[in-house]
């Protein structure tokens, strides 16, 4: 989730693509709810080739459209270590959830507010995990949660840019109308694809951030399905549309494992839904957890503020580099033919 954005993300993480954007046309397939000034159009008739069809639909499964309510996404899976000459391993759990509110913009476009919080788990026990054993380098290292507050965009009916993460991601895309992945699936359900593919300037450099850095540059990518049904994408009282859906990443070493520049990355494997009855049907420790955190993280966000970053640029602006014991060098990945992992002493 940086798509959280579950989500997180689930979100994907996306920022806004800026230009004008037509307001939502008054015809058939334009729902409203409620009444006087608290009308809230969108449009319901399922067109693949509408920009703003996709804008409303997506901005409806991606939180909810009606600003007095927020929605709550949960996500759970597992983190796995992928490293040459050896299986892939899985090394932690992952489990969390996001809060998102919306406003509607003048020009029918969509602000998404969103904080989001993701808690890694011991893979026995099942425990929330503040320290960690590393395998790969023999120590215990203090954990770091994702938490990200906020990671705002905006969703028009232009395909929106890729996030600049505080001006670390300098690509520039052409406007184009934003037109998803999206097919029929069985049993009256739809399926949506959508994903991201990044290499960008990190915020850990080496020369900073040795252990912390797993080189100059970032190489992300993230990908979801979403799978809703497609009555409620055609109800016209369904401000949120529920869904459930796979999320994966893959990232770079986490900061907090400490691996320095190692060859190799961390695969997010999780699945994802909507929680109807928001922070209470969550599990208790995890809602414990971020509590203990701040009380914010408990709410969606009310007003728009930023920058939105990911949990990489948050580590370099929150965290500080972690002393270089003498002769220290990354780990490497073992020789083919090599015994698996020794036990944990």
Known sequence: MDEFKLSRRDSL????????VAAVPAAAGAATRGSGKQKIPFITKIDFKDPHWTRDTYA???ADLDPTKEKCGWIKGKAYG???NEKVRPLFGVEGFSLVRTKRLEDGSVRRMLREVVFYRDLETGKILTEWFNPYTK???KVVPIANDPFNFTISAFQPEPPSYGGLQKVKTEPKPFLQDWEYGPD???????GIDMIYPSALQPDKWPRESAGPMNRVSEHFIYVVKKADVENPNLTHIPHIGSWSRVTPWLPWMLMGQAPGNISYFTHFQTIPEGVKGLPADLVAAARAMDEKWLHAPTEDYGPSLSSLENYAREQKPAPVPPGWSPPQPPAVGAAPFPPRP
């Open 60 to 62: 409806r499964i991606d």
């Open 82 to 84: 992928v490293r040459d």
């Open 13 to 20: 993480g996306l920022a806004a693509l800026a230009g004008a």
């Open 139 to 141: 120590e215990t290292v």
């Open 188 to 194: 009256g359900t739809m399926i949506l694809h959508t």
